[in-house]
């Protein structure tokens, strides 16, 4: 990340800035290991398939490696800030294009609101315990709004620095946590007999140790800042799906073999509702000041993450104010460092508003605004790495390409499995969502107003705006004209 270059115009964002760890780095941040391991793996353990959540991480991890071995091949030829959208509009063409960039859109900037509102409650929670303050959660969401804000105005290297600082602390206090289990209490073998793996909610296991894996996508996203994204994006999310698989793996079995394999969903039920599974464990095995330790670093985690998925959903907005979907604005770059600064304000503005909505209605901010938000982002985003998988598939039977395993066996299989995950995440949103509440189970209905609003605006597009109907998919070759990018028969020949 050393050496960059300051783009020319105000509609281009830094060049030759992320290099694969730095691309590791935003992702592994929106994946936020700390605020998973506290989250996800307990409600997987207590409502999924119990002591074998450990096989539930691994499963997903290699279906992801499977979807990324077509992504690979799709990012060699591909460079471009709008990601899977991307993808969808050069593999299934325009108006599916369009319905996927919607959805990323909703899907991000709503997940992220979410993210704030979680953030705000966690800083009350801590700043309460430790100091006894009573700030509302309202007002420590605005503020990480600010310095937020603050921090993409000084661009995304600035941002990797910090998220590497807060990934290496999180991922540390884990790691000394398993560790621990390991040596003082041992790990148990049995996590990986198949009669543990498939016993229970199977399907909804593998729905949550989805879920940890949200925002590997990103990598895509941050090609046009990347050195050489031809091998760095690639590599990037091939050390990104694997390292989330292993240390989610890992972790989920400390926590099991902590709490023992056959009483494993029993003790994390216990312990659902007031979500302190990992927290007892750590008060067992590192002791209060460690576990003071671990408090205060899931404010970290959940910040890195935010921080991380704000500049993923900046990218989308930039990518559809470039080709005129959304105002050509949203497009502006700070000329200092390329940072997309108005879609940065824009997407910190929606979220302001929502935590206003919500704190002044006096909502609360876990139940209801985490809820609905993170749960709706966390479908649209799921929904979106599937149409991007059928979009590999299709984009190189199109051009018929040879290679089967990499860009039609693999990458199908991928999608499949990905399928079977936004099914399941459908039908189980409720539990993804962490909420019984009737409005917010009716949210998944959104994706059809995505569906038809999407394929409507593109037939408007074709008859009243053919040129910026043209842009969707010229857009795409931007990157090409610079010499970056393949075309498909060259990366056939050099695969």
């Not at 209801?368 to 479908?379: D, H, I, N, P």
């Not at 949103?429 to 962490?434: C, D, E, I, Q, S």
């Amino acid at each position: 990340m050393s050496s960059s270059t300051i783009p020319e115009g105000r509609s281009a964002l830094a060049k030759n800035v992320l290099g694969v760890w730095g691309i590791v780095f935003l992702v592994l941040a929106a994946v936020a290991p700390l605020t998973a391991t506290i989250v996800v793996t307990p409600l997987g353990i207590a409502v999924g398939n119990g002591g074998g959540m450990v096989g539930a991480f691994l499963i997903m991890m290699v279906v992801l490696l499977l979807f990324a071995v077509g992504f690979a091949q799709m990012s060699k030829i591909l460079v471009h800030a709008g990601g899977f959208y991307a993808f969808v509009v050069k593999g299934l063409g325009r108006p599916m294009g369009l319905v996927a960039g919607f959805i990323a859109l909703i899907g991000y900037n709503v997940f992220v609101a979410g993210a704030f509102g979680t953030m705000g409650f966690f800083m009350w929670l801590v700043t309460n315990t430790f100091f006894g303050l009573n700030v509302p959660w309202m007002i420590w969401s605005l503020i990480a709004i600010v310095v937020v804000f603050l921090l993409s105005r000084r661009g995304i290297a600035v941002s990797v620095k910090i998220l590497m600082v807060s990934l290496v602390l999180e991922v540390a206090i884990i790691l000394v946590m398993d560790f621990s289990v390991l040596f003082q209490s041992g790990f148990s073998f049995e996590v990986f007999n198949p009669s543990i793996v498939f016993t229970g909610s199977i399907g909804v296991a593998l729905l949550f140790a989805a879920t940890g894996f949200l925002g590997f996508e990103a990598t895509a996203l941050f090609s046009e800042e990347a050195k050489n994204p031809n091998r760095t994006v690639p590599r990037a999310t091939y050390i990104a799906v694997a390292f989330i698989g292993l240390f989610a793996a890992f972790t989920a079995w400390a926590i099991i073999s902590a709490i023992g394999v056959a009483t494993a969903q029993a003790e994390s039920i216990k312990h659902l509702s007031s979500g302190d599974l990992v927290f007892t464990i750590a008060h067992k095995y590192l002791g209060d000041a460690l576990l003071d330790v671990m408090m205060v670093l899931l404010l970290v985690s959940i910040f890195a993450s935010l921080l991380a998925l704000h500049n993923a959903a900046t990218r989308y907005l930039f990518a559809l104010g470039r080709v005129s979907i959304l105002p050509k604005r949203l497009s502006h770059t700070r000329k200092l460092n390329g940072a997309p600064v108005v879609a940065a304000s824009v997407q910190l503005a929606f979220v302001a508003v929502v935590i206003l909505v919500y704190g002044v209605a006096g909502l609360d901010p876990i139940a209801v605004l985490t809820a609905s938000m993170v749960g709706f982002g966390t479908l649209c985003i799921l929904t979106l790495q599937m149409l991007a998988a059928a979009s590999i598939v299709v984009y190189f039977r199109r051009v018929k390409d040879v290679r089967l395993w990499k860009t039609l066996i693999a990458p199908g299989l991928g999608g499949l499995g990905l399928l079977v995950i936004v099914v399941l995440a459908i039908f189980n949103f409720p539990a993804v969502a962490g909420s019984d509440n009737v409005i917010i189970g009716q949210l998944p209905w959104l994706l059809l107003v995505v569906l038809a609003g999407g394929l409507w605006l593109a037939s408007w597009l074709r008859r009243s705006r053919p040129g910026t109907y043209a842009a969707l998919e010229d857009d795409l070759e931007n990157f090409d004209q610079l010499g970056i990018g393949k075309s498909a028969t060259d990366a056939a020949k050099t695969a």
